[in-house]
């Protein structure tokens, strides 16, 4: 005997894609808000990587609202109906696509941000300067991970443009059913999931490491 599968209908699809992107939207724009009230510290800190995750997912989220509220009108596989969806869902798989990949994209570079930090706090033991902590300094600091993001996310959508690779999809708009198609998408996600977990075990063995040469300094002054 098979096990049971779950089959959802339309009607709860489109209210999760309503609530569960509308959930994601609401955090996101908290966070941006937040970073907005306190940006001055924020860069600091160097937390601006945050904030434009945040506004990248935002995006994506929009974009999730914006299918399901097109898909009470219309629905993309539905060729008998009078409203041609084929350019409006083209369009909307360029947004998806632009948004997920930047998203995932800011991911990969606060994790490379981080293993950048360790890895100069190895190879510099010396602290770090107030011109280094700056805005201006911070800012400076930014553009290879904005030049990164940003030419990745146009090349990879400009190519699935090319390739006309985008339109309907799981009863939504984006990378159509083709395996070699949505390869081209998962492959990245994938790298990003591996480097990024390979940089949290430095990260956890680092600490670890600081750990172990900080603990008998403290305990034998302590003593």
């Given at each position: 005997m098979s096990p049971p599968?779950?089959?959802?209908?339309?009607?709860?699809?489109?209210?999760?894609?309503?609530?569960?992107?509308?959930?994601?939207?609401?955090?996101?724009?908290?966070?941006?808000?937040?970073?907005?009230?306190?940006?001055?510290?924020?860069?600091?800190?160097?937390?601006?990587?945050?904030?434009?995750?945040?506004?990248?997912?935002?995006?994506?989220?929009?974009?999730?609202?914006?299918?399901?509220?097109?898909?009470?009108?219309?629905?993309?596989?539905?060729?008998?109906?009078?409203?041609?969806?084929t350019n409006i869902c083209f369009w909307i798989g360029v947004w998806s696509d632009v948004t997920s990949v930047s998203t995932t994209s800011w991911n990969m570079m606060i994790s490379m941000r981080v293993f950048m930090s360790l890895r100069n706090r190895t190879h510099h033991h010396s602290s770090t300067s107030s011109s280094s902590s700056s805005p201006s300094s911070t800012r400076s600091q930014n553009w290879p991970y904005h030049l990164y993001v940003w030419l990745f996310t146009i090349i990879h959508c400009a190519v699935l443009m090319y390739l006309d690779a985008f339109g309907p999809s799981y009863g939504g708009c984006w990378i159509v059913d083709k395996i070699k198609f949505r390869l081209f998408w998962l492959v990245p996600l994938g790298s990003y999931l591996l480097l990024s977990t390979l940089i949290l075990a430095y990260a956890l063995y680092y600490i670890h490491q600081v750990r172990r040469l900080i603990v008998p300094h403290q305990e034998k002054f302590d003593k």
């Open positions: 599968t779950l089959i959802l209908s339309n009607h709860t699809k489109q209210i999760m894609l309503f609530i569960f992107p509308s959930i994601s939207l609401l955090s996101s724009f908290f966070i941006v808000v937040t970073y907005g009230r306190f940006r001055q510290h924020a860069m600091k800190k160097g937390n601006s990587f945050v904030f434009y995750l945040s506004v990248c997912d935002m995006l994506y989220s929009l974009m999730f609202i914006a299918t399901a509220t097109i898909s009470l009108y219309m629905d993309p596989f539905d060729g008998t109906k009078p409203v041609n969806m």
